[in-house]
């Protein structure tokens, strides 16, 4: 194993999280190949420079903190990466479901007080929000129960 390799592969990894597949990838570009790729990334595991765990954990915490991002998204990236079951399930106990319904609830009123000024067809402003929120990758049943309740707080104030 090329010991100049691994540690342009250790200080990738240590620049930020990756996955075995990132990892793979840029293994790639240095043409590393099969076997050798293989060793690499192992020994990069056991070093504890790559850790898919790691990874999904930092993935599924940031997204949600810094872009809103729901559940369903959150996964379906994870998924495309090509994270485990196990990974994903590990990362996605990041997102505390209080925060996780604070969160929506804040979004939808941001964008509730946006659109708002915009749009007076209170059916049609519902559409909106739901369409929002869900292009977000909030789960369906929790957009619509927190659309109502925003509509009811707005109805008794």
Known sequence: MDRLILQKAASYCAYQERTQDEVRKRLQKWEVWGDEADEIIAELISMNYLSEERFAKTYAGGKFRMKNWGKMKIKQ???????????????????????????????????????????????????????????KGYESELVWKTIENLEQEDFNS
């Open 77 to 135: 990236e994870l998924h495309r990466r090509g994270l485990s079951e196990y990974s994903i399930k590990e990362g996605m106990k990041e997102i505390p479901d209080e925060s996780y319904s604070a969160g929506l609830k804040e979004l939808l009123a941001k964008k509730k007080e946006a659109l708002g000024r915009i749009e007076t067809d209170k059916f049609k402003l519902k559409q909106k929000l739901a369409r929002f929120a869900l292009g």
